[in-house]
């Protein structure tokens, strides 16, 4: 057997283990379904709405917080622009003047963690949030978050259930269907107290965080990656609010997406770097000895396998074409309907492979789609299968080689 062949085992076994890994640590706990019960008490909550020419969006993501089922003198809503050059400040000091519980900042352009961070300063709430000026939250979405709280005291941060909103072309049927495999994944980590990242559309934390551990920081432009590692570092405790929901705008362009997600694969490249300590360190818990390794694992396992498939690719396309060269002689290859039979399917241990992974992770997104109420058909579970496994393995390469020669990412505002 080719040596290499043996690495592509290798990885997909990896997969494989990883996804059983998944779904036996799912099921010790299942998610409970949203009740309508309320509260016992309303704590006072800050939403930092960092902003950068946001002009489009603004106006929208402030109003989904104004609608949310909430007490409106226990909310107020931070609008940090940082530095837009549209008419971004325009949209934000009107919605200020309309609206008493809305404060708007401005300030010179220093990337999103500076606008967070000058926000958490001027915050009166007992719980501190972000949202993304691209998102938007569900009416009850911060009543799900705090009733979470409620029933885990030891919780010093909550992270939602993102949604895509509105995907329409393939690539954003694509990401649809991967953050529904996220929203399996990430309770799955909630069961293991193991979330690796407080994205910025609608994580909360408790105020206290940032008096313990600090602000947040500019982290390879990862910075609520960063936040998750250090808050692990510290012991200090994330959970899922499973039945909070967002939605948030994703790249509808592949230039756009490979930018963003670029940043985010080598952000955790350059994250697990800085917080190396937390490998296979048994302080750290699940997060320290399966979460980081196997993540890294899995990233070096489809680098190496996508790699090998382009090799095999222009080996087999040079070979061909040096032989038509030197001999002149097309041969095409024939294919009739009438031999077709059970003898010619492929059996291999390879096959079985990649139809168990497939298997395994068609049924996590369908899991993830019950959990979080998702509602998608088969047009979005087919632009998965048919882009993800050709357009991943071009960010991470991207972001492997954006580590190996210590280059910064670019922070792109029309994409998150």
């Not at 953050?179 to 399996?184: D, E, H, K, N, V």
């Not at 492929?346 to 979080?372: D, H, P, Q, W």
């Not at 509602?375 to 050709?390: E, H, K, P, V």
Request: proline letters at 4%; charged letters at 20%; aromatic letters at 14%.
């Amino acid at each position: 057997m080719d040596l290499g062949l043996y690495g592509i085992y290798l990885c997909l076994f990896l997969g494989l283990y990883f996804e059983v890994f998944l779904f036996i640590s799912f099921f010790e706990k299942v998610p409970e379904k949203k009740t309508v019960r309320h509260p016992k008490r309303y704590p006072s909550v800050s939403m930092i709405v960092p902003c950068f020419n946001e002009e489009k969006t603004l106006a929208g993501t402030v109003e989904s917080l104004l609608a949310m089922n909430y007490p409106k003198d226990k909310l107020e809503v931070l609008i940090v622009d940082d530095g837009s050059t549209d008419n971004t400040r325009n949209i934000g000091e009107a919605l200020a003047k309309k609206h008493p519980h809305i404060q708007f900042f401005s300030k010179e352009n220093g990337g999103k963690w500076t606008a967070l961070n000058f926000g958490i300063p001027h915050s009166k709430g007992e719980l501190i949030g972000c949202l993304d000026a691209d998102s938007f939250v569900a009416k009850d979405a911060l009543l799900e978050v705090v009733k979470k709280f409620e029933d885990s005291p030891k919780a010093d941060a909550m992270v939602p259930v993102m949604k895509v909103l509105a995907p329409k072309n393939l690539l954003e049927l694509m990401q649809s269907a991967e953050y529904t495999f996220g929203i399996f994944v990430k309770k799955t980590f909630d069961n293991l107290a193991a979330i690796s990242v407080l994205p910025g559309p609608f994580s909360i934390y408790r105020k206290e965080v940032f008096s313990k551990i600090g602000l947040f920081k500019h982290a390879h432009n990862t910075e609520d990656m960063e936040m998750a590692f250090r808050m692990h570092a510290n012991h200090l405790h994330i959970e899922n609010a499973h039945t909070a929901v967002v939605y948030t705008k994703v790249p509808d362009t592949l230039r756009k997406l490979l930018k963003q997600r670029t940043r985010w694969s080598q952000g955790f490249l350059q994250n697990s770097g800085d917080y190396s300590h937390l490998y296979f360190n048994p302080k750290f818990g699940d997060f320290g000895v399966l979460v980081l390794p196997f993540g890294l694992a899995l990233f070096l396992g489809a680098l190496y396998s996508s790699g090998y498939l382009l090799y095999q690719i222009l080996s087999t396309l040079v070979t061909k074409s040096y032989n038509i060269w030197t001999s002149g002689v097309v041969v095409w290859p024939t294919f009739s309907i009438e031999h077709l039979s059970w003898f010619y399917l492929n059996t291999s241990m390879l096959t079985f492979l990649i139809i168990c992974v497939a298997s395994m992770t068609l049924a996590a997104i369908l899991i993830g789609r019950r959990v979080a109420g998702a509602d998608f058909g088969i047009a979005t579970l087919l632009s998965y299968f048919m882009l993800y496994g050709f357009i991943a393995p071009l960010w991470l390469a991207r972001a492997a080689w954006g580590t190996l020669w210590s280059r910064e990412t670019v922070w792109d505002s029309s994409h998150k």
